[in-house]
């Protein structure tokens, strides 16, 4: 077990382009769907619990890892979202340093950034439908969540406290 963790989790970090929330759709669907470790609310849960923690993004890959595997699947996750993706960053550090003053290099990076956003805009979509909610509710919170994030210079924490209150709010 310890070692399929190990592994799923090294491969969605070499294509986290973007951060560790630009891979949470098909973090979503290996863990949930493809593998059965974790249930769409459970998925949801650790989700919110490692963006509300301080710290980097990368906690939820470490949470995640230790439900599916105690302390061993937390640190096989962890190591497994690290290790690789820090490997291919030094050489694509060294690949970039030598071609610097290539012509398309520049457009190549700026390829990049919408192929970045896309990932995170899925990302979003994939956590409002794990939320179980029906209708476009879900879909609504994470489009007012996301221009709230980026238009206004307040902390993303007012989104998680916010969304947790309109959630007592709909349970209660």
């Not at 899925?122 to 439908?129: D, K």
């Amino acid at each position: 077990m310890i070692l399929q963790i190990l592994l799923t989790f090294s491969i969605l970090s070499l294509v986290a382009i973007g951060g560790a929330n630009a891979v949470l759709p098909e973090m979503h669907r290996q863990l949930v769907e493809l593998r059965g470790w974790l249930d769409d609310a459970t998925f949801s849960q650790l989700y919110a619990l490692a963006q509300a923690a301080p710290g980097p993004n990368i906690l939820v890959a470490s949470v995640m890892g230790w439900r599916i595997g105690g302390a061993g699947g937390m640190a096989a996750a962890t190591f497994g979202m690290l290790v690789p993706a820090a490997i291919l960053a030094w050489f694509m550090a060294g690949l970039m340093h030598r071609l610097r003053g290539a012509a398309w290099l520049k457009p190549a990076q700026g390829g990049l950034v919408p192929v970045a956003i896309g990932l995170i805009l899925a990302a979003g979509i994939t956590m409002a439908e794990a939320s179980h909610s029906h209708g476009v509710m879900p879909l609504v919170v994470a489009a007012v969540s996301t221009v709230f994030v980026w238009r206004t210079n307040y902390s993303p924490l007012w989104v998680l406290a916010g969304g947790g209150m309109l959630g007592a709010a709909l349970l209660g």
